[in-house]
Structures are given as C-alpha cells and as structure tokens.
C-alpha cells in the first residue's frame, strides 16, 4: 500500500508540475513573414544573465508575448500586459518581467510579459513606430482570446518599468492617435514604475530616447512621444511609483504625467519615496520605505475591482 500511495503522489505532482507548465504559452505577436517594418538585417537576439542576476535580452527583432495564465480558482478576469525596461536597448526580461507575471498569477491575475522589438535603424524601418506598434498589437492578442484565458475585456491593463514605462504610457495615450488607431489595444488601466513619460531635454532619460527616436530624432517626435503632453480625456487610470533619487529617469516623468491626468480628472495614484534609485523591481532591501510599494500596488488594485 506503501508503495501504490507513492506513486499517487508522484503522480499528483507530475500531474500538478504539468498543470503549472501548460498555463505558460509564447505567442509570436505577427504571422511568420509579415512582421511590419521589418528589415533584413544580421542583427541576433542574445540572452545574457548579469553579476546581479538580471537577464538581459538584446537585438529583439522577433516580437512575442509570453502568457502566464492565473488558475481558474484564483483568476479575477483581471490581466496585464507587462513590458520591460532596459532603455530601449535591451529588455530586463526577468526582475522587470517574468517575476512580476508570477507575482500577479498568486493574486489571481493573468499576466503576459512583451517581448518587443528594440528599435535599430538596421532591422527596421521608421524605428520608433515600432515599440509601439507591438504593444498594441500585444494589447489586440489579449482582448482577441480573453475568452480562451478566462479573462474580462474591461479589465486588460499595462504595466512598464522605466523605458517600458515609457512604452506602457505610450499606448495608453496613443493607442487612438495616427494611422493604426485602434480601440481594441487601449488598456484599461496603467502601472508604471519609475517610468520614462517625457522625451523633453529636461525630463528625458537621453539613451531611451536616443535609442527609440534613432537617426529620425527631430523636435516633432521629441514633442510626440512626451506622453505628458498627450494625456487626454481618453487616457486610462494610472498607479505610479518613482524614488526621488532616481538618478536615471528624473521624478518629474511621474509627477508631470500624474498632474497631466489629474487635469482630466483621471483617476491616479502616485507613491514617491525619499530614497529607492532606479531599476529596482522587486528588489528594496535597504531601501527604506521603498519595501511598502508591492503592497500599495496591492491595495490600489484591490480598490480598483482587479484583485479580490
């Protein structure tokens, strides 16, 4: 009896283990050969872990989202679409990206962590269009198999760390502005941590913006992608976290962009800390009361009906 009880256990753990492994999928965000601007080029993609245990993705020129499904009896039909920071040169896949994903899967929310293309005059045309236009498309996927994930169309947000941060207020100002106009990729809500908002001399993290805007940098597209200045009635609800020692992204990207919504009368929630830095994620040890911003974020999403 000994023996048949563990191999039922052993049984109910695959079982379990396999559970756990179906409700992660990688969806390539275009079909094979029609990825937009895209440019024959020698550029790889290369994944690298750093001394601090950061994995660092560069040269993406193939764009997918990576699905973390919440278990049914935990999922709030709640979803967020994470996008990671790196300066638009790299993406810092996993403490601005795979461990978020499994942080909102605990709390019943489904998450899926964009892996979008870093702009590069080499692999792309019109490099700056591009970030975007895989978010929103990212946005489209989300809401086209929402009932497949068990997930509430009213319920989809966006979530970026610093230049993802950037790229996260992106859509939910531009979502409805140029040629690719588009309902569907609007979320219905924003995270954005330390984020980059502005492209202005002041504001500006210099390399996101040197990296996005490329050899088409020009005073139009600075003024464009200065999501402060393109906050509109339309723009979804934000929850915002910045240091005031942030020697990267100035506080002021945050401040401008809560008080460009608060001119709306947008819902927004914002947490400045005296000390904190830039990059952090999940990681606040020694950081003061930086340690309090996961369970703000918790009670912000518990009083917005995203998380039980």
């Known amino acids: 009896m000994k023996l048949i009880s563990g191999i039922l256990i052993v049984l109910g753990l695959s079982a379990a283990s396999l559970q756990s492994m179906a409700q992660t999928e990688i969806i390539n965000l275009w079909p094979e050969g029609k990825v937009p601007n895209f440019k024959t080029s020698s550029v790889e993609e290369k994944s690298v872990t750093d001394a601090n245990g950061i994995l660092r993705i560069s040269g993406v020129t193939v764009p997918t989202i990576t699905a973390y499904i919440a278990p049914k009896e935990k999922a709030t039909g709640a979803a967020v679409m994470i996008c990671p920071g790196g300066g638009y040169g790299i993406l810092a896949a996993s403490h601005e990206g795979s461990d978020f994903a499994k942080w909102f899967n605990e709390r019943g929310i489904s998450a899926f962590v964009l892996k979008y293309r870093l702009p590069n005059e080499k692999a792309m045309t019109h490099q700056h269009e591009v970030p975007l236009m895989d978010a929103m498309q990212g946005m489209k996927l989300i809401r086209q198999n929402a009932g497949k994930w068990n997930i509430d169309l009213n319920k989809i947000g966006v979530m970026g760390f610093s230049a993802g941060g950037h790229l996260a207020a992106t859509i939910s100002t531009h979502y409805n502005m140029g040629e690719k106009a588009s309902e569907e990729a609007k979320p219905n809500f924003s995270i954005l941590l330390y984020p980059v908002i502005s492209l202005s001399p002041t504001l500006a993290h210099g ?55 608060k001119k709306f009368k947008t819902p927004a929630e914002m947490h400045l800390y005296p000390i904190g830095g830039h990059g952090y994620g999940f990681r606040t040890q020694g950081k003061g009361s930086l340690v309090n911003w996961p369970a703000a974020m918790e009670g912000w999403l518990k009083a917005m009906g995203y998380m039980k």
């Open 207 to 261: 390399g996101s913006r040197d990296n996005l805007l490329g050899p088409e940098k020009s005073e139009e597209l600075i003024k464009y992608y200065s999501n402060e200045l393109q906050v509109s009635a339309k723009t979804p609800p934000a929850f915002l976290v910045h240091a005031m020692d942030d020697g990267a992204v100035p506080v002021e990207n945050s401040i401008e962009y809560y008080l460009a919504l």
